[in-house]
């Protein structure tokens, strides 16, 4: 009787969710809805709460290190590593759907890049690649640090340049828990980068900077030219 129950209750989940998407399930039915794919059979639900009660927030369950997600009951490998690459997944949507873009100013860039970023955890400098009519070839990591600062691999950065021979770059990174304001680290890295990619007869347009739903622009800052 127990199992029919929770057959039922995951078949009514799935049926509610293909009518009428998320927007109104809770953070713990959403997070049952994912374990359903990596967990059979069984009331998943206990689960889901103390997940939530753990690490306070669904999008800290999704951002949550595998192994820190195997620590509550319930959970296997399966189901954690299914959970952590999720925010991955997205991200490599919002990277998929920028390709071929024409990106000729800083505001367009900036909102693909607040979804790039959704889910890190610690700063991340990435730079987004264009050609010479302002059209997205890839998007590219090129440093990861930690919550408060990040150094960028200058060669990795030299390397994607060329072997996607672009014209122009866009230099980005996050700051995860502060404001969107460029420190003077920043400018001194940004000012490095101007001057590396000179030498290669490619040019900085902007360094943009994204914490959260804000976002600064060092090109249109005062305290940079570019």
Same mark, same amino acid.
């Given at each position: 009787?127990?199992?029919?129950?929770?057959?039922?209750?995951?078949?009514?989940?799935?049926?509610?969710?293909?009518? %009428?998407?998320?927007?109104?399930?809770?953070?713990?039915? /959403?997070?049952?809805?994912?374990?359903?794919?990596? #967990?059979?059979?069984?009331?998943?639900?206990?689960? +889901?709460?103390?997940?939530?009660?753990?690490?306070?927030?669904?999008?800290?369950?999704?951002? +949550?290190?595998?192994?820190?997600?195997?620590?509550?009951?319930?959970?296997?490998?399966?189901?954690?590593?299914?959970?952590?690459?999720?925010?991955?997944?997205?991200?490599?949507? &919002?990277?998929?759907?920028? !390709?071929?873009?024409?990106?000729?100013?800083?505001?367009?860039?900036?909102?693909?890049?607040?979804?790039?970023?959704?889910?890190?955890?610690?700063?991340?400098?990435? #730079?987004?690649?264009?050609?010479?009519?302002?059209? #997205? #070839?890839?998007?590219?990591? /090129?440093?990861?640090?930690?919550?408060?600062?990040?150094? $960028?691999?200058?060669?990795?950065?030299?390397?994607?340049?060329? &072997?996607?021979?672009?014209?122009?770059?866009?230099?980005? %990174?996050? %700051?995860?828990?502060?404001?969107?304001?460029?420190?003077?680290?920043?400018?001194?890295?940004?000012?490095?980068?101007?001057?590396?990619?000179?030498? $290669?007869?490619?040019?900085?347009?902007?360094?943009?900077?994204? +914490?959260?739903? !804000?976002?600064?622009?060092?090109? +249109?800052?005062?305290?940079?030219?570019?």
């Amino acid at each position: 009787m127990s199992g029919e129950i929770h057959k039922n209750h995951r078949e009514r989940m799935r049926t509610r969710f293909a009518e %009428h998407g998320l927007d109104n399930f809770a953070d713990h039915e /959403i997070l049952e809805l994912l374990l359903f794919y990596t #967990i059979p059979r069984g009331d998943v639900n206990p689960l +889901a709460h103390e997940l939530l009660e753990e690490f306070g927030s669904l999008a800290n369950v999704l951002e +949550a290190a595998p192994q820190d997600l195997q620590k509550v009951k319930g959970m296997g490998p399966a189901s954690a590593n299914f959970l952590h690459m999720l925010p991955q997944v997205f991200r490599r949507y &919002q990277t998929s759907k920028l !390709k071929g873009v024409v990106c000729n100013n800083t505001e367009k860039i900036a909102e693909y890049l607040k979804g790039y970023y959704v889910g890190r955890p610690r700063e991340q400098l990435t #730079i987004v690649l264009l050609d010479n009519s302002c059209k #997205i #070839i890839r998007v590219c990591d /090129i440093g990861e640090g930690s919550a408060s600062s990040v150094k $960028i691999n200058m060669r990795k950065l030299v390397q994607c340049v060329l &072997q996607y021979n672009a014209a122009e770059v866009v230099l980005a %990174h996050n %700051h995860p828990r502060g404001r969107c304001m460029p420190s003077r680290a920043d400018i001194m890295q940004t000012r490095n980068v101007r001057e590396l990619l000179s030498k $290669i007869d490619v040019r900085l347009v902007d360094h943009i900077i994204i +914490a959260e739903d !804000k976002w600064t622009s060092l090109a +249109a800052s005062r305290q940079l030219t570019l």
